[in-house]
Protein backbone atom coordinates (compact mmCIF):
# COMPACT_ATOMS: atom_id res chain seq x y z
CA UNK A 1 0.00 0.00 0.00
CA UNK A 2 1.56 3.40 -1.00
CA UNK A 3 1.32 5.37 2.36
CA UNK A 4 2.79 8.23 4.32
CA UNK A 5 3.24 8.68 7.76
CA UNK A 6 4.19 11.47 9.55
CA UNK A 7 5.89 11.92 13.18
CA UNK A 8 7.35 13.99 15.45
CA UNK A 9 4.68 16.55 16.57
CA UNK A 10 4.71 17.91 20.50
CA UNK A 11 4.42 20.70 22.72
CA UNK A 12 7.40 22.72 22.41
CA UNK A 13 8.31 26.11 24.05
CA UNK A 14 8.69 29.49 21.47
CA UNK A 15 12.16 29.27 20.45
CA UNK A 16 12.18 25.64 20.58
CA UNK A 17 13.69 23.03 17.75
CA UNK A 18 11.54 19.94 16.56
CA UNK A 19 11.85 17.52 13.86
CA UNK A 20 9.25 16.51 11.42
CA UNK A 21 9.16 12.92 10.05
CA UNK A 22 7.77 11.58 6.30
CA UNK A 23 8.44 8.19 5.93
CA UNK A 24 7.06 6.13 2.86
CA UNK A 25 6.03 2.93 2.10
CA UNK A 26 4.80 1.45 -1.35
CA UNK A 27 6.80 3.32 -3.39
CA UNK A 28 10.68 5.09 -3.83
CA UNK A 29 10.66 8.76 -1.84
CA UNK A 30 13.42 9.81 -4.20
CA UNK A 31 11.66 9.51 -7.33
CA UNK A 32 9.18 11.96 -6.01
CA UNK A 33 8.35 15.53 -5.10
CA UNK A 34 7.47 15.82 -1.30
CA UNK A 35 5.77 19.06 -0.31
CA UNK A 36 5.11 20.00 3.36
CA UNK A 37 1.56 21.52 3.96
CA UNK A 38 0.53 23.16 7.69
CA UNK A 39 -3.17 23.37 8.94
CA UNK A 40 -3.26 26.35 12.16
CA UNK A 41 -6.17 25.37 14.23
CA UNK A 42 -9.31 26.44 12.35
CA UNK A 43 -7.78 27.69 9.68
CA UNK A 44 -6.88 26.81 5.60
CA UNK A 45 -4.28 24.77 4.27
CA UNK A 46 -0.72 26.53 3.88
CA UNK A 47 1.95 25.29 2.08
CA UNK A 48 5.56 25.93 3.78
CA UNK A 49 8.28 23.60 1.56
CA UNK A 50 9.00 21.28 -1.13
CA UNK A 51 11.80 18.90 -1.47
CA UNK A 52 12.82 17.74 -5.45
CA UNK A 53 13.05 14.60 -5.98
CA UNK A 54 16.91 12.83 -6.43
CA UNK A 55 17.01 13.10 -9.79
CA UNK A 56 16.58 16.84 -8.99
CA UNK A 57 19.60 16.46 -6.48
CA UNK A 58 16.75 17.10 -3.50
CA UNK A 59 17.02 20.70 -3.67
CA UNK A 60 14.40 22.95 -1.90
CA UNK A 61 11.87 25.42 -1.60
CA UNK A 62 10.46 27.28 0.97
CA UNK A 63 7.69 29.62 1.99
CA UNK A 64 9.16 33.15 3.36
CA UNK A 65 7.11 32.41 6.46
CA UNK A 66 9.43 29.39 7.79
CA UNK A 67 12.68 30.54 5.59
CA UNK A 68 15.88 30.26 7.39
CA UNK A 69 14.17 28.91 10.30
CA UNK A 70 13.02 25.32 8.40
CA UNK A 71 15.29 22.66 6.40
CA UNK A 72 14.27 20.12 4.76
CA UNK A 73 16.76 16.44 3.97
CA UNK A 74 16.15 13.05 3.38
CA UNK A 75 17.37 9.97 4.35
CA UNK A 76 17.13 7.41 1.19
CA UNK A 77 18.11 4.19 3.53
CA UNK A 78 15.17 4.96 5.50
CA UNK A 79 13.03 5.89 2.65
CA UNK A 80 11.72 8.99 4.82
CA UNK A 81 12.32 12.77 4.61
CA UNK A 82 12.82 15.22 7.64
CA UNK A 83 11.36 18.68 8.31
CA UNK A 84 14.13 20.45 10.94
CA UNK A 85 12.05 22.97 12.53
CA UNK A 86 14.16 25.56 14.57
CA UNK A 87 13.46 28.86 16.34
CA UNK A 88 10.00 28.05 16.67
CA UNK A 89 7.43 30.70 17.12
CA UNK A 90 3.73 30.49 17.91
CA UNK A 91 2.40 31.43 14.93
CA UNK A 92 3.66 27.70 13.63
CA UNK A 93 1.41 25.94 16.02
CA UNK A 94 -0.53 23.41 13.37
CA UNK A 95 -0.99 20.30 11.83
CA UNK A 96 2.06 19.56 9.41
CA UNK A 97 1.05 16.89 6.86
CA UNK A 98 3.36 15.92 4.00
CA UNK A 99 2.42 14.98 0.59
CA UNK A 100 3.48 13.49 -2.81
CA UNK A 101 3.50 15.11 -5.47
CA UNK A 102 1.41 13.11 -8.16
CA UNK A 103 4.14 12.73 -11.14
CA UNK A 104 3.80 16.37 -13.19
CA UNK A 105 4.30 19.43 -11.25
CA UNK A 106 0.73 20.44 -11.87
CA UNK A 107 -0.73 16.88 -10.86
CA UNK A 108 -0.90 17.91 -7.59
CA UNK A 109 -0.58 15.97 -4.14
CA UNK A 110 -2.21 12.34 -4.59
CA UNK A 111 -1.14 11.06 -1.84
CA UNK A 112 -0.68 12.30 1.80
CA UNK A 113 0.16 11.34 5.58
CA UNK A 114 -2.22 11.58 8.25
CA UNK A 115 -0.51 14.75 9.59
CA UNK A 116 1.52 15.18 13.26
CA UNK A 117 0.68 18.12 15.72
CA UNK A 118 3.12 20.64 16.94
CA UNK A 119 2.16 22.76 19.57
CA UNK A 120 4.41 25.74 19.86
CA UNK A 121 3.64 27.47 23.98
CA UNK A 122 5.56 28.30 27.07
CA UNK B 1 2.39 35.29 -4.71
CA UNK B 2 -0.20 33.99 -6.56
CA UNK B 3 -3.51 34.64 -4.83
CA UNK B 4 -6.15 32.52 -5.37
CA UNK B 5 -9.74 33.59 -3.81
CA UNK B 6 -12.48 31.06 -3.54
CA UNK B 7 -16.46 32.20 -3.90
CA UNK B 8 -18.66 31.38 -2.12
CA UNK B 9 -16.91 30.99 0.98
CA UNK B 10 -19.78 29.43 2.22
CA UNK B 11 -22.02 27.43 0.50
CA UNK B 12 -25.37 25.74 2.06
CA UNK B 13 -27.11 22.90 -0.28
CA UNK B 14 -29.19 20.06 -0.35
CA UNK B 15 -28.40 16.36 -1.22
CA UNK B 16 -29.13 16.23 -5.33
CA UNK B 17 -27.95 19.71 -5.78
CA UNK B 18 -25.60 20.99 -8.27
CA UNK B 19 -22.61 23.00 -6.67
CA UNK B 20 -20.01 24.94 -8.49
CA UNK B 21 -17.04 26.66 -6.51
CA UNK B 22 -15.13 29.19 -8.23
CA UNK B 23 -11.19 29.55 -7.94
CA UNK B 24 -10.12 32.94 -9.20
CA UNK B 25 -6.62 33.78 -9.52
CA UNK B 26 -4.51 37.21 -9.31
CA UNK B 27 -2.66 35.78 -12.07
CA UNK B 28 -2.00 33.27 -15.45
CA UNK B 29 -0.51 29.97 -14.24
CA UNK B 30 -2.32 27.83 -16.99
CA UNK B 31 -3.81 24.83 -15.77
CA UNK B 32 -1.09 24.11 -12.84
CA UNK B 33 -4.20 23.88 -10.19
CA UNK B 34 -5.86 21.24 -8.32
CA UNK B 35 -9.06 20.74 -5.85
CA UNK B 36 -8.80 19.28 -2.36
CA UNK B 37 -11.46 18.02 -0.51
CA UNK B 38 -11.67 18.05 3.64
CA UNK B 39 -13.45 16.56 6.23
CA UNK B 40 -12.60 17.62 9.65
CA UNK B 41 -9.68 15.87 11.16
CA UNK B 42 -8.75 14.19 7.87
CA UNK B 43 -5.80 14.99 5.68
CA UNK B 44 -7.09 16.75 2.36
CA UNK B 45 -7.99 14.88 -0.70
CA UNK B 46 -6.68 15.21 -4.56
CA UNK B 47 -9.78 15.43 -6.61
CA UNK B 48 -8.57 17.19 -9.88
CA UNK B 49 -5.50 18.07 -10.84
CA UNK B 50 -4.42 19.70 -14.05
CA UNK B 51 -7.21 22.01 -13.53
CA UNK B 52 -9.96 19.22 -15.12
CA UNK B 53 -8.56 15.61 -14.85
CA UNK B 54 -10.45 13.63 -12.22
CA UNK B 55 -7.86 11.61 -10.11
CA UNK B 56 -8.17 7.84 -9.71
CA UNK B 57 -10.95 6.70 -7.93
CA UNK B 58 -12.96 10.02 -7.76
CA UNK B 59 -16.70 9.67 -8.07
CA UNK B 60 -17.58 11.45 -11.79
CA UNK B 61 -20.31 13.80 -10.15
CA UNK B 62 -17.08 15.71 -9.44
CA UNK B 63 -15.62 17.95 -12.41
CA UNK B 64 -12.89 20.35 -13.26
CA UNK B 65 -12.79 23.54 -15.82
CA UNK B 66 -11.08 26.62 -16.32
CA UNK B 67 -7.70 28.02 -17.30
CA UNK B 68 -5.78 30.96 -17.13
CA UNK B 69 -6.94 32.58 -13.80
CA UNK B 70 -10.78 31.40 -13.25
CA UNK B 71 -11.56 27.72 -12.44
CA UNK B 72 -14.29 26.03 -11.17
CA UNK B 73 -15.44 22.83 -9.06
CA UNK B 74 -18.72 21.43 -9.68
CA UNK B 75 -20.47 18.80 -8.24
CA UNK B 76 -22.96 17.44 -10.12
CA UNK B 77 -25.46 15.53 -7.73
CA UNK B 78 -24.51 16.51 -4.16
CA UNK B 79 -24.32 13.12 -2.37
CA UNK B 80 -24.45 12.98 1.86
CA UNK B 81 -20.61 12.89 1.77
CA UNK B 82 -19.70 15.86 -0.36
CA UNK B 83 -20.23 17.60 2.65
CA UNK B 84 -16.61 19.41 3.65
CA UNK B 85 -14.30 21.76 2.75
CA UNK B 86 -13.13 22.48 -0.85
CA UNK B 87 -9.58 24.10 -1.27
CA UNK B 88 -8.26 24.66 -5.05
CA UNK B 89 -4.21 24.81 -5.58
CA UNK B 90 -1.81 26.58 -7.71
CA UNK B 91 1.31 24.91 -8.39
CA UNK B 92 2.45 26.39 -11.17
CA UNK B 93 4.68 29.37 -8.96
CA UNK B 94 6.73 29.50 -5.70
CA UNK B 95 5.16 29.95 -3.04
CA UNK B 96 2.82 27.06 -3.81
CA UNK B 97 -0.93 28.74 -2.87
CA UNK B 98 -4.31 27.64 -1.27
CA UNK B 99 -7.53 28.95 -1.71
CA UNK B 100 -9.20 29.97 1.43
CA UNK B 101 -11.58 27.12 1.01
CA UNK B 102 -15.12 27.10 0.96
CA UNK B 103 -17.15 24.92 3.44
CA UNK B 104 -20.45 23.41 2.14
CA UNK B 105 -22.99 22.57 4.18
CA UNK B 106 -26.10 20.60 4.39
CA UNK B 107 -29.13 23.06 4.16
Known amino acids: EVQLVESGGELVQPGGSLRLSCAAS????????IDWVRQAPGKGLEWIGR??????????EYAASVKGRFTLSRDESKNSLYLQMNSLKTEDTAVYYC?????????????WGQGTTVSVSS | DIQLTQSPSFLSASVGDRVTITCRASQDFSNYLAWYQQKPGKAPKLLIY???TLQSGVPSRFSGSGSGTEFTLTISSLQPEDFATYYC?????????FGQGTRLEIK
Open chain 1, 51 to 60: SRNKANSYTT
Open chain 2, 50 to 52: GAS
Open chain 2, 89 to 97: QQLKGYPIT
Open chain 1, 26 to 33: GFSLSDRY
Open chain 1, 99 to 111: GRINGRLSDGMDV
